[in-house]
């Protein structure tokens, strides 16, 4: 039901900083949780950072200090801040976001995802 669109992904040297945006097409009125996952070329997929409605985050260790994850419950849009980038963060970084059915189950929603790019 729910389409998100990642945008801001791009090639950065180290150190320099991003912003990716992922708008949602339409209100979640039943959603609580937004955020952000990544994964590498023969790496894990992880977990970058998550927000929920009321505005508590969730950062991975990696991304404390230096990503910053907000959100526009107005514009359905979820940020993601990322300064002093480092070539391990390079990934497609992929946003999601949480809605619940009436019966009570979660359900997950993702964006195609945006490549950063990040050099030495």
């Known amino acids: 039901q729910v389409q998100l669109v990642e945008s801001g992904g791009g090639l950065v040297q180290a150190g320099g900083s991003l912003r990716l945006s992922c708008a949602a097409s339409?209100?979640?009125?039943?959603?609580?949780?937004m955020g952000w996952y990544r994964q590498a070329p023969g790496k894990q997929r992880e977990l970058v950072a998550e927000?929920?409605?009321?505005?508590?985050?969730n950062y991975a260790d990696s991304a404390k200090g230096r990503f910053t994850i907000s959100r526009d419950n107005a514009k359905n849009t979820v940020y993601l801040q990322m300064n002093s980038l480092k070539p391990e963060d390079t990934a497609v970084y992929s946003c999601?976001?949480?809605?619940?059915?009436?019966?009570?189950?979660?359900?997950?929603?993702w964006g195609r995802g945006t490549q950063v790019t990040v050099s030495s």
């Open positions: 999601y976001a949480d809605v619940y059915e009436l019966n009570g189950m979660r359900q997950e929603y």
């Open positions: 339409e209100i979640m009125i039943r959603n609580n949780v």
């Open positions: 927000i929920t409605k009321v505005g508590s985050t």
